[in-house]
């Protein structure tokens, strides 16, 4: 039976009734006003992140109404351990209706925000190239600086002595061991005074790591030779295996790279191996966060590869693709754009082709396919819409389950069967692997690599009716840990404190990881490299970019400047990350108001369509054009792109 809420007789300000939250000492306090909202409330109650978005109404997190007509629960926080800063959250009133965030407080796609800016106590530490630890403390006033106070230890426990300990601001202070530290090791800094560890993170010499040097495997402009390079800074050894055969167990030459100072490992070759299947083995220390081939002893595929032999298998040296060329008269200016989404595989499965053909990149741009009622389908179908731009959801290899496999564990599944997927693992592609390849499952044909020709080939052929072509890309985490998976593909087994976000060693985010691009050049530059990359080995007019509100704020910055002013770039403002750090830094973190690139305007949809959730009414929940009518003013703004947060027309793209 759950908990009876305590009503609390106290005070707030207009600030925090309009916000919906409060702290005081170990408590957080959830307070909705009815006013502000303009809604009737028999039952209140409070969910988000820190619930899991939990939908049930009874809990206790259900809000008391007061004498004062603000209804409100106090939540034991201290030191906001149960409900962090930033934290996302909705009321809910009667019957389960959820409110969206009044426009004037501080949200995120509609969610309010618990306590932005808050600073909890906290040790931070990170290493330095010097071999010192600079450490951070919030929270906590008149820090001493004095050995004393602070414990080093490495990944296996072991003290190491403190030689000296300096101020650098009230909360900053720099730490000096009396013996030399390994950079690339796992340590441990507690300040004993408060009984506070924290793991000293990589962020210092990793921000300052960065090289320009190609990567990926490349043969060279003449043919003559090939170079195959990658980027594992705290790697201690990189082997490198080529293989003539996709299945072959046993590597025909085994190489043990070169490594520069920026931890890029080298290897050239006197040939053009074009062709040529490899990948690599990482070697690092077995220290708690380390996934090197000495904790998990598996091969790894190359994050530049521009061929794949899906997402688990090897990676192919292939030559540069010769790019489609330009539309005729440009690409469209962002005013202009008129969107089709679509599918490779949705649109192509049920075209009047042979049973090898369909779902295939060739499909696609299949010209005089006809249906029973002698109607256009397919590409003509497509080129006679009126849209300019078709965009494509994810065409970079991502994560499919093998067909055998899926089979012969669905394939009698009668839920399966009622979806079409019992045969094979049918998926939208935001489990993206590697983003350089084109996806293997849309080729025709058993030859890898033929993939990339293929997608050549069909941005020609909308470039020739004067179509421009976007893709989508999914640049804020990866198919390595979706689905309670832990796989190490690429990314994981280089490095992940590297390439990922992690608290005390291990992976955050609502997808089972988020991918670091600020503080980490190189993670950075792996976004930049794969937009022009399509730009340039295929001829492809822009980018949607999803969830990018993960995606820090200067690294769009960089992408937009990277490619051009004519390349069309939108993309989702949400979700948060799930580091505080990135979420509380208003140069990383972004929503509407600041956004770096066009964002999806949900705004408008809701009021065109209704929101994507489940519709309970449905002449409430479908939007204006089902029927809710009260949407029209919103409609208008829609159309007018006049919502608040529309600083001009271009700021936000319409879509249903």
């Known amino acids: 039976m759950a908990r009876t809420p305590k009503i609390i007789a106290q005070a707030f300000t207009e600030a925090e009734i309009l916000q919906g939250c409060a702290q005081r000492d170990?408590?957080?306090?959830?307070?909705?006003?009815?006013?502000?909202?303009?809604?009737?409330?028999?039952?209140?109650?409070?969910?988000?992140?820190?619930?899991?978005?939990?939908?049930?109404?009874?809990?206790?997190?259900?809000?008391?109404?007061?004498?004062?007509?603000?209804?409100?629960?106090?939540?034991?926080?201290?030191?906001?351990?149960?409900?962090?800063?930033?934290?996302?959250?909705?009321?809910?009133?009667?019957?389960?209706?959820?409110?969206?965030?009044?426009?004037?407080?501080?949200?995120?796609?509609?969610?309010?925000?618990?306590?932005?800016?808050?600073?909890?106590?906290?040790?931070?530490?990170?290493?330095?190239?010097?071999?010192?630890?600079?450490a951070t403390i919030d929270g906590i006033e008149n820090v001493p600086f004095e050995a004393k106070s602070f414990r080093l230890t490495n990944a296996a426990g072991k003290?190491?002595?403190?030689?000296?300990?300096?101020?650098?601001?009230?909360?900053?202070?720099?730490?000096?061991?009396?013996?030399?530290?390994?950079?690339?090791?796992?340590?441990?800094?507690?300040?004993?005074?408060?009984?506070?560890?924290?793991?000293?993170?990589?962020?210092?010499?990793?921000?300052?790591?960065?090289?320009?040097?190609?990567?990926?495997?490349?043969?060279?402009?003449?043919?003559?030779?090939?170079?195959?390079?990658?980027?594992?800074?705290?790697?201690?050894?990189?082997?490198?295996?080529?293989?003539?055969?996709?299945?072959?167990?046993?590597?025909?030459?085994?190489?043990?790279?070169?490594?520069?100072?920026?931890?890029?490992?080298?290897?050239?070759?006197?040939?053009?191996?074009?062709?040529?299947?490899?990948?690599?083995t990482v070697h690092g220390s077995t220290d708690t966060g380390n996934l090197f081939y000495e904790t998990k002893p598996v091969h790894i595929s190359d994050p530049y590869a521009r061929v794949c032999v899906d997402s688990w298998g090897k990676s192919r040296i292939w030559e540069r693709t010769?790019?489609?060329?330009?539309?005729?008269?440009?690409?469209?200016?962002?005013?202009?754009?008129?969107?089709?989404?679509?599918?490779?595989?949705?649109?192509?499965?049920?075209?009047?082709?042979?049973?090898?053909e369909r779902g295939k990149i060739p499909a696609f741009t299949k010209s005089g396919l006809k249906n029973k009622q002698g109607e256009k389908v397919g590409f003509d179908y497509l080129t006679d819409l009126g849209v300019n731009t078709i965009h494509l959801l994810p065409v970079q290899e991502f994560l499919h389950w093998k067909s055998d496999d899926w089979k012969a564990s669905f394939e009698n599944d009668e839920y399966m069967k009622l979806h079409g997927v019992n045969l094979e693992s049918y998926e939208w592609g935001y489990r993206t692997t590697h983003a350089f390849a084109v996806e293997s499952n849309y080729r025709q044909g058993t030859n890898h690599g033929d993939e990339r020709e293929q997608f050549r080939n069909l941005v020609q052929a909308f470039h020739d009716k004067g179509m421009a072509v976007i893709i989508d890309i999914v640049p804020n985490h990866t198919g390595e840990n979706m689905d309670g998976q832990n796989l190490v593909l690429h990314f994981n087994g280089i490095d992940m404190q590297y390439y990922y976000r992690t608290k005390d060693l291990k992976h955050i985010g609502e997808y089972g990881n988020e991918v670091k691009t600020e503080n980490r050049p190189m993670t950075q530059r792996w976004l930049i490299d794969q937009c022009t990359h399509w730009i340039n080995e295929f001829g492809i007019d822009g980018f949607?970019?999803?969830?990018a509100g993960q995606v820090d704020?200067?690294?769009?910055?960089?992408?937009?400047?990277?490619?051009?002013?004519?390349?069309?770039?939108?993309?989702?403002?949400?979700?948060?990350?799930?580091?505080?750090?990135?979420e509380a830094n208003p140069d990383w973190d972004w929503y509407k108001a600041d956004a770096p690139i066009t964002f999806f305007q949900d705004d408008s949809r809701n009021a065109f369509k209704g929101p994507v959730s489940n519709p309970s009414d449905?002449?409430?929940?479908?939007?204006?054009?089902?029927?809710?009518?009260?949407?029209?003013?919103?409609?208008?703004?829609?159309?007018?792109?006049?919502?608040?947060?529309?600083?001009?027309p271009l700021s936000g793209i319409n879509y249903l």
């Open 322 to 356: 010769k790019p489609a060329t330009a539309l005729k008269n440009g690409r469209p200016a962002m005013q202009d754009v008129i969107a089709y989404e679509v599918h490779i595989e949705d649109f192509t499965n049920t075209l009047p082709l042979p049973a090898g």
């Open 159 to 280: 003290e190491i002595p403190i030689a000296g300990v300096l101020p650098n601001t009230a909360s900053e202070i720099v730490i000096s061991p009396a013996e030399p530290i390994d950079i690339k090791r796992v340590y441990w800094l507690e300040f004993l005074p408060r009984q506070m560890k924290a793991v000293c993170t990589f962020d210092g010499w990793f921000r300052d790591t960065y090289s320009t040097k190609e990567l990926g495997a490349n043969i060279s402009p003449d043919g003559k030779t090939t170079a195959v390079r990658l980027f594992a800074p705290r790697a201690e050894m990189v082997k490198l295996y080529l293989f003539k055969g996709a299945n072959d167990n046993l590597a025909y030459q085994t190489v043990e790279m070169k490594v520069d100072k920026e931890g890029v490992w080298e290897a050239s070759f006197n040939e053009n191996l074009k062709g040529v299947y490899y990948d690599f």
């Open 618 to 648: 449905k002449k409430k929940d479908r939007g204006y054009a089902g029927g809710d009518f009260s949407q029209r003013d919103k409609v208008k703004k829609g159309l007018a792109c006049t919502f608040p947060e529309d600083k001009t």
């Open 544 to 547: 949607r970019i999803d969830l």
């Open 26 to 134: 170990d408590k957080a306090y959830f307070i909705f006003s009815p006013a502000i909202y303009g809604a009737k409330a028999k039952k209140v109650d409070v969910t988000g992140t820190f619930r899991g978005w939990d939908t049930n109404m009874d809990t206790p997190y259900s809000l008391k109404e007061r004498k004062d007509k603000l209804w409100v629960v106090a939540v034991p926080n201290d030191n906001y351990t149960k409900i962090p800063p930033h934290a996302e959250y909705k009321f809910r009133i009667n019957e389960g209706e959820w409110l969206s965030a009044p426009v004037t407080a501080i949200h995120n796609a509609g969610n309010l925000v618990f306590m932005k800016g808050a600073k909890p106590r906290r040790l931070r530490a990170e290493l330095r190239r010097s071999g010192t630890i600079w």
């Open 553 to 582: 704020q200067q690294t769009l910055k960089a992408v937009r400047q990277a490619v051009g002013k004519d390349v069309i770039i939108y993309g989702e403002p949400w979700i948060a990350s799930n580091d505080p750090d990135y």
